[in-house]
C-alpha cells in the first residue's frame, strides 16, 4: 500500500492527463471544467479507490480511470451546487467559485461536461482494453446508480425540500447518506470491483465508506457550526441545528468504530483505512 | 421496418417504464424528470436509434434502453437549456418549462439526474444481459463522446461564446454539428451498434445524420426567424441571420440530398430514412 500523499500525487498527475485540451472552439470549457478540478481539495475518494485497489491486491493502474473519473463527478457537484439557485456560494477553497470565475452559463455547462466526461473515460478504449469488459461495465454502472436518482442527485433534492422543514436524525441520516455518502461509497466499491475482488470484499469496502461518509458529514456540519460562517445560515438542513456539538462528536466517535470493524476482510491493509477514518473524525477543517 | 409513429408508440410506453417510481424522499425529483420527458416531442433521436436497428437486421428490443438513455439526454439538455442563465425560456412545448414549474434547482438537478439516468439504463445488468457485453459498451461510449466536451456540450459553450460575434457558415456549421449534430449522429450510430452492424453501415448511418442533423438546425433557424418570436432576438448565432431564407431553404435540399446519398448500404430499408429526411426538410413547425 502506497500513503495517502502518494495516492494524491497520482490523483493530480493522472486527472490532468484524463482532462480534455484547452484549444479549438471549447477552449473556455476546457479552462472552466479545469479551474475547479485542479484547484485543490482534499482527494479523499479517488484515495479511496486508489487504496482499495491496492488492499485487493489489484493493479493501481487499473483504479487510476476510475479514481479520475470520480473526483471528476465530485468536482460537477461542486460547481453545480456553488450555483445562485443552489447554495449560491461565491466562494470555493479560498477562490472564486466556478460560475463567479466564468459566468453562470459557462459553469453549468462545465458541471456538465465534467459529469459526462467521467463516463467517457471509464469507457475509451485505453479503459476498456486495460481493465476488460467485465470491470467496465460494473465500475460504470455503480458510479452511474450511486451519483444518479438513488444516490447523489436524489440526495440533493431532498436535501432542498427538507432544508425548511424540523427532520429527525434518522431522516437526516437518509438524506445524508444519498447526498454525501453514496459517492464515497461508489469511489470505494470501485476501487475493489477494479482489483477483481470478492462480493464480500466489495461489501466490506461498502460498509466502511458509509460509515466514514456519514461521520464526515456531521463533522462537516459541527465544523460548520463552529466557524458560525455563512454556510450554515443558508443549510438549514444540517446535524449542527439538531444536535449539540458534543453530541455529534459522540456520534463520529462511534460510526468511526463502525467503519474500523468492517475492515477485517482486508487483513493488514486495514491499517490504511483506519488511520485515514480516525484523521477525518478528529480534522479540524 | 415499423412506421414513425410505431417507433414514437414504442418509445413512450419504455420511456415510462424506465423512469424511476414517484415516491420516497426523491418522489419531486421523479415528478421532474417526467415533467418534460413525457411532454411530448418529436422523438426523431429514439425513432433513428430503432429505425437502424432495425435497418441493419437488429432486434429492436436490443436497441430500446438506448433509444430511451437518447431522449432522456435531450431532455436533459432542453432543461438546461431552458434555464435563466442560459436561453431563460419559460415556455416549452407550450407548457412552462422545467424551472417555471418546479424552480431552478430543481430543474437543475433534473437535467442532471436524466443525464445520469441515460448510463444507468444502458449499463444495468438488464441492459447487459439482453445486448452483451461488447454493445453495451459500445453505445454508452459512443454516447458520452458525442454529448461531452468533444460533442454537445462543446457545441454550447462555444455557441454561447460566438453569440455576440460575426461568424461565418463554416464557423456556424462546425458549432452546429456539434451542439445539435453530435446527438442526431450518436442516436443513429447507437441504432447500428444494437445490431451489431458492419463499421460501413454505422458509418454511413453518421454521415446520413450529420447532413440530417445540420439541415435540421437550419430549418429551426428559418423557422424561428419567421415566426419572429423573442427566441430569433435573444439566441444571435442563427443561420437567419447570416443567410436569406431563400437561401437557407436551398441549403437544406441540398444536405437532404447529401443525406440521402448515404444510405445505399441499407438496401430497400433506405426508404423510410430518406422520407424522414424529406419530411423534415419540408417541416413547418
Same mark, same amino acid.
Given at each position: 500500500?502506497?500513503?495517502?500523499?502518494?495516492?494524491?500525487?497520482?490523483?493530480?498527475?493522472? *486527472?490532468?492527463?484524463?482532462?480534455?485540451?484547452?484549444?479549438?472552439?471549447?477552449?473556455?470549457?476546457?479552462?472552466?471544467?479545469?479551474?475547479?478540478?485542479?484547484?485543490?481539495?482534499?482527494?479523499?475518494?479517488?484515495?479511496?479507490?486508489?487504496?482499495?485497489?491496492?488492499?485487493? /491486491?489489484?493493479? +493501481?493502474?487499473?483504479?487510476?480511470?476510475?479514481?479520475?473519473?470520480?473526483?471528476?463527478?465530485?468536482?460537477?457537484?461542486?460547481?453545480?451546487?456553488?450555483?445562485?439557485?443552489?447554495?449560491?456560494?461565491? +466562494?470555493?477553497?479560498?477562490?472564486?467559485?466556478?460560475?463567479?470565475?466564468? /459566468?453562470?452559463?459557462?459553469?453549468?455547462?462545465?458541471?456538465?461536461? *465534467?459529469?459526462?466526461?467521467?463516463?467517457?473515460?471509464?469507457?475509451?478504449?485505453?479503459?476498456?482494453?486495460?481493465?476488460?469488459?467485465?470491470?467496465?461495465?460494473?465500475?460504470?454502472?455503480?458510479?452511474?446508480?450511486?451519483?444518479?436518482?438513488?444516490?447523489?442527485?436524489?440526495?440533493?433534492?431532498?436535501?432542498?425540500?427538507?432544508?425548511?422543514?424540523?427532520?429527525?436524525?434518522?431522516? +437526516?441520516?437518509?438524506?445524508?447518506?444519498?447526498?454525501?455518502?453514496? +459517492?464515497?461509497?461508489?469511489?470505494?466499491?470501485?476501487?475493489?470491483?477494479?482489483?477483481?475482488?470478492?462480493?464480500?470484499?466489495?461489501e466490506a469496502a461498502a460498509e466502511y465508506a458509509e460509515s466514514i461518509g456519514l461521520a464526515f458529514q456531521i463533522m462537516d456540519d459541527v465544523l460548520d457550526g463552529d466557524s458560525k460562517d455563512k454556510k450554515i445560515e443558508k443549510?438549514?438542513?444540517?446535524?449542527?441545528?439538531?444536535?449539540?456539538?458534543?453530541?455529534?462528536?459522540?456520534?463520529?466517535?462511534?460510526?468511526?468504530?463502525?467503519?474500523?470493524?468492517?475492515l477485517n476482510v482486508f487483513g493488514d491493509n486495514r491499517n490504511f483505512f483506519e488511520n485515514l477514518a480516525w484523521q477525518l473524525s478528529k480534522r479540524d477543517k
Amino acid at each position: 500500500m502506497h500513503n495517502f500523499s502518494e495516492y494524491v500525487e497520482l490523483i493530480n498527475e493522472n *486527472l490532468f492527463k484524463y482532462l480534455p485540451k484547452s484549444e479549438g472552439l471549447q477552449k473556455t470549457l476546457a479552462d472552466a471544467m479545469k479551474y475547479t478540478l485542479l484547484a485543490g481539495g482534499k482527494r479523499i475518494r479517488p484515495v479511496l479507490t486508489l487504496a482499495f485497489c491496492e488492499a485487493c /491486491g489489484g493493479d +493501481l493502474n487499473n483504479a487510476l480511470p476510475f479514481a479520475c473519473a470520480i473526483e471528476m463527478i465530485h468536482s460537477y457537484s461542486l460547481i453545480h451546487d456553488d450555483l445562485p439557485c443552489m447554495d449560491n456560494d461565491d +466562494l470555493r477553497r479560498g477562490i472564486p467559485s466556478n460560475h463567479v470565475k466564468f /459566468g453562470e452559463a459557462t459553469a453549468l455547462l462545465a458541471g456538465d461536461a *465534467l459529469l459526462t466526461r467521467a463516463f467517457e473515460i471509464i469507457l475509451c478504449n485505453e479503459t476498456t482494453n486495460l481493465v476488460g469488459a467485465k470491470i467496465t461495465i460494473d465500475a460504470a454502472s455503480c458510479l452511474a446508480r450511486n451519483i444518479g436518482f438513488y444516490g447523489m442527485i436524489g440526495g440533493q433534492v431532498a436535501d432542498l425540500e427538507n432544508s425548511e422543514k424540523n427532520v429527525n436524525c434518522s431522516k +437526516l441520516n437518509e438524506i445524508h447518506n444519498l447526498k454525501t455518502g453514496a +459517492l464515497i461509497v461508489a469511489a470505494s466499491k470501485i476501487g475493489c470491483i477494479a482489483a477483481n475482488a470478492s462480493k464480500v470484499q466489495i461489501e466490506a469496502a461498502a460498509e466502511y465508506a458509509e460509515s466514514i461518509g456519514l461521520a464526515f458529514q456531521i463533522m462537516d456540519d459541527v465544523l460548520d457550526g463552529d466557524s458560525k460562517d455563512k454556510k450554515i445560515e443558508k443549510r438549514k438542513l444540517s446535524y449542527a441545528s439538531i444536535l449539540e456539538t458534543r453530541k455529534s462528536k459522540e456520534i463520529v466517535k462511534k460510526l468511526t468504530q463502525e467503519a474500523i470493524k468492517s475492515l477485517n476482510v482486508f487483513g493488514d491493509n486495514r491499517n490504511f483505512f483506519e488511520n485515514l477514518a480516525w484523521q477525518l473524525s478528529k480534522r479540524d477543517k
